[in-house]
Every structure is written in structure tokens, then in C-alpha cells.
DNA sequence: TGCCAAATGATAGTGACTCCCAGAAGTGCG
DNA sequence: CGCACTTCTGGGAGTCACTATCATTTGGCA
């Protein structure tokens, strides 16, 4: 039915949505480099995009949601990490999907500048910064049954659970990291070291 | 000067200010298992602990930190961490760290089961929850510090980030377990699961 | 006792977010 | 094409956490 990689719409009323979604998100966008976050108000973005402010509320529910919710049609690095050979071990399998990423994001022009860039406003932007987990581990994400897989065991085991915490808050500081430290380094590198920081400290 | 362990304040006004989040505290957790957090108003809370709703933001920043501000004199988890050789692995290290934790908890009586009933609160409320993770790298806390001696790098370093990421997502995980799945488990072997899953998984 | 600093309370705001309802616009069917 | 049906939109009123300001009170101390 829906979720269907890279086909667009059918009707008049997918396709003006989704346009309305992205003009907001962009007049979003445009304020937010202006004046900043929180100085920006939501009816003004609303107005900007030519929207009511109810319409706002109803293609993003929250205010941090115009920054943290993603619209790129796949969930990349579930994807990869499924597609390693499950007796992998985690880390390696991890790295090689972070690989793949990466290599996917080079393709479409823009597209790593524009996830810094993206990171840049969640890390400067606390209550933005505090729900980045959320995104990092959606509800319908097969991360975590993938990470289960890899172990054996339930997806809702403390240990799958543990696991999923652990390389994903390795992961956010990692990504602000590079947003707020070192935003000229190479992705992949910057990958590379949070997992080798992860392998050499966490053993034993 | 402050923040001297278990050293009851000199003044009257220092006593009574101590005395007043007390109440304050007391009153909303009284509320909330009445009606639930976000049925709470705080207003009423204010009215329930006798102060105006002016004074409790002066207690208060925010609503949630009714439930993430800990009043308990110690960080015990940095102090005892601090406390192991800084030539032990880190690991092992966090596994002892804990362990004294939960016997000092075990000392003053109803501390581990209040502990518990607090995560299941936060667990249970989103706007909490998201937050947790402030609570347990407290800007003032040693935690970075001692995990960055341990393992000879900056405090601000990619390295010490994102080992300190992984720790507490680990362990934010598996406080949120305890609450929400495992209430009756015994807080060090579950401390034993969390940190015998990074090891046998987070490695090559 | 009397002065100063700090704590309190009341009031008026702000801004994100919700509810509700009436009208407009897209959709499917004859 | 035209007509019913559903969905989307705008507007207005309201809620609630939180802020700013100022007058009043209260504890600390000489």
C-alpha cells in the first residue's frame, strides 16, 4: 500500500500534501537560519509557508518535529544492517552497514551536507537535542528486531535492549559530535573511530 | 562550601527552603499517583504544597524536574567509579562502580524501592523519559572525567563521548527495563546482564 | 531594634498546542 | 457533467506550562 521506495503519488490531494509538507518545512528552514530555533514562532512559519497555523499542527505535530522528523523514503541503516550475514558479529556488521550509509548518502548530491547541516540544528537546539533518540530508533524500525536477530534473542530481551541503547547513544554523541566539533571530518572515518572506541573499551 | 555530604544546613531560611521542596515534591508525587503526571496540573500542585504556582518554578524549572532532580546528596556512580584503578578495564570498573552503588542503596532503607517506583514514573511519562539521559551525565558530574582518565583521552574527545554514550544508553535501557518489565529482579543481576551483554557483544 | 538581602505572591503576559465547527476542495459514481 | 461523500483547511476560543515584573514579607545580622 503506502511506503512504497521512490514512487510518487497517485492522487491530487497525495501530491499537494506533500508539496504543503515541504513548503513548510523549508519556510521552517528559512526562519530558522535567520533568527534562530526558538525565536522563530510557529504562526510565523505557517504564514511563511501560506498555511493556517491549525494546518501546521496537522503535518507536524510538535514544533521539533519539522527538524527531527525525516521524509527520505528509506531507513538506511536498518536496511544495511539486515543485509549483513546474521552470524556477523554486531560491531563489525554495524560498521559495514554505516559504510553502505554513507555510501548510499554520496549518491545523492547534497545529501550528507544537508544531514550535517540538520545535525548542526539538533545539536544547538536542546529540546530538539533531547527527543533525537526517538528518531534514531523509530517505532516501526526494524533495527531492533535486526540487533535481536544478531544475538538471539526477543526484541523486547533486556539484552537486545542494552545492545540498541548502547550503540545508538555511541552513535548520538558521535553525530554531535561531528555536528558541533568536527564537521570537516570524514563520515565514515569519524564512524570507524566510534566503533573501534567501542571495541577496544567495552570488552571484559 | 555546598554540596557537603549529608550536612544539615546552618540557617533557618536554608532549612525551611529545604523543608518547602519537600512539600512540593511530596505533594506532586501525591498527585500524581492519584491522577497521573500530565493530569497534574501545576498550579494544583502548588496549591497542595501551600506555596504559590510563582514559587514552585522558582523551585521547579520545569514540571518534569519534579521526577529528574534527585535531592540525594551523592553522585554515587562517578564517585565510586572514580574511586576503582584507572588501569582497570572499563567494564569492569562500571560493574563494580554499580554494585557499591546498590549496597550503599541497600543501606538507607525504601531507597532502591523508591529508585524504582521514580523509573517507572519516568518510563511511563514521554516528556520525561526524554529527558533522562540529563539526569544521568549531570553537567557537574564526574562521570566523563573518570571514564576520560580512564582511558587517556579528552574529556571533549570523540572517544570519551561515545563511551560515555553507550554506557548510559546501555543503562538507560536497562533502568527503563527494570521499571516496565522486570520490577522484581535484583538490581545487581541486572546490572551483571547489562554489562555481560556489552562485553560478549561489543567486540572486533 | 533596624537595615539589607533574599524569598514570596499576585498579576499579566507569551507561545505551543488542542478542540470544534463551518466551508472549500478533491474523489468516485451515475 | 453533476452530485453526493470524504477529506482538508481556516478560524476562533481555550488550555497549560512557563516568564517577567513588582510590591510585600521574612530571615539574617550588626
Known amino acids: 500500500m503506502r511506503n512504497a521506495c521512490s514512487m510518487t503519488p497517485q492522487g491530487l490531494r497525495e501530491r499537494k500534501k506533500l508539496r504543503t509538507r515541504r513548503e513548510i518545512r523549508d519556510a521552517a528552514y528559512r ?14 512559519i505557517a ?10 499542527f496537522r503535518y507536524f505535530p510538535t ?18 544492517l539486515a543485509a549483513r550475514p546474521v ?3 554486531v560491531l563489525t556488521a554495524v560498521r559495514h552497514a554505516i559504510h553502505a550509509c554513507v555510501t548510499v548518502a554520496e549518491g545523492e548530491p547534497g545529501a550528507l551536507e544537508r544531514a550535517r547541516h540538520r545535525m548542526e540544528l539538533i545539536a544547538s537546539v536542546p529540546s530538539v537535542r533531547d527527543r533525537l533518540h526517538e528518531t534514531m530508533a523509530r517505532p516501526g524500525d526494524d533495527l531492533a528486531e535486526s540487533l535481536a536477530a544478531r544475538i538471539g534473542r526477543p526484541v523486547d530481551s533486556l539484552e537486545t535492549r542494552v545492545l540498541l541503547g548502547a550503540v545508538l547513544g555511541a552513535f ?27 571495541a577496544r573499551h567495552l570488552s571484559a
Do not use: C, M, Y
Request: aromatic content about 6%.
Open 31 to 44: 526562519l530558522f537560519a535567520e533568527q534562530g530555533f526558538e525565536a522563530t514562532r510557529v504562526d510565523r
Open 47 to 56: 504564514a511563511e509557508a501560506n498555511v493556517s497555523t491549525s494546518t501546521f
Open 63 to 80: 514544533k521539533e518535529d519539522l527538524v527531527l522528523s525525516e521524509d527520505t523514503p528509506a531507513r538506511p541503516l536498518s536496511v544495511e
Open 87 to 89: 552470524d556477523e558479529p
Open 172 to 198: 548520538r554523541e558521535a553525530l554531535l559530535h561531528w555536528a558541533g566539533v568536527e564537521p570537516e571530518a570524514d563520515a565514515r572515518a569519524l564512524a570507524d573511530r566510534t566503533i573501534d572506541t567501542l
